[in-house]
């Protein structure tokens, strides 16, 4: 009897052993496939987020394009008047002038501003640096080489921007260069009366 109590609590114990691994293999692969489903749920949103960032690079892309043109629509009608009212009367105002050189090397002009003795490079930006005005000036220095037509004709600079940066209107004036600014839905010279502007 006694023996037979024992073999029926080890073979219990047995069952109740089995039925407990059989319940952690099944909670084992249920947490496999759990995870199996959390990482593809993960791929899944990885991907849609990278799908987005793309596309919303693409839109900035194309903003950045058209807010280029949004500026330039606004510059260049308003050259017109205000060179005029400097003393450089306008004859014809360009957009996007382009020139190429041997070499790779190419100039392009945001807005060109002419008269029968003169002509204005615009250099036009959302927001305006520095730097900005300092690359228009090496473009400046070097636009005769570009566009030997004009070799005859004084060369004057502007830059525009709806921002400015911070001592940025100060830098070009006191380089010569005429700065426009915005003025509501217009531009308007940041100039004072005594500006004189360089001829390049």
């Known amino acids: 009897m006694t023996q037979a109590l024992a073999f029926d ?31 593809a749920e993960l791929d ?26 949004f500026v330039e629509g606004m510059v260049a009608p308003a050259c017109e008047t205000l060179f005029a009212e400097k003393g450089i009367p306008v004859h014809k105002v360009s957009r996007q002038v382009r020139a190429k050189l041997s070499g790779g090397r190419h100039m392009e002009i945001d807005v060109f501003v002419v008269n029968t003795d ?34 005859d004709k004084r060369v004057f600079g502007a830059v525009a921007g709806i921002v400015v940066g911070e001592h940025t209107d100060r830098f070009a004036i006191n380089n010569g260069l005429f700065v426009m600014v915005q003025a509501g839905d ?3 010279l940041a100039n004072d009366e ?6 390049w």
């Open 44 to 69: 899944r949103k990885f991907q849609e987020t990278d799908r987005k960032i793309k596309e919303v690079s693409q839109q900035i892309g194309r903003l950045g394009g058209r807010w280029g043109e």
């Open 194 to 199: 005594c500006f004189v502007p360089i001829a």
């Open 186 to 188: 217009s531009m308007r």
């Open 9 to 39: 609590d080890i073979w219990r114990m047995f069952q109740e052993t089995d039925r407990k691994f059989q319940e952690t293999d099944r909670k084992f692969q249920e947490m496999v496939s759990e995870d199996r489903e959390r990482r």
């Open 118 to 151: 003169a002509v204005v490079l615009v250099e036009v930006k959302s927001v305006l640096t520095v730097e900005d005005v300092r690359e228009h000036m090496v473009r400046l220095a070097e636009f005769k080489e570009f566009f030997p037509e004009y070799a």
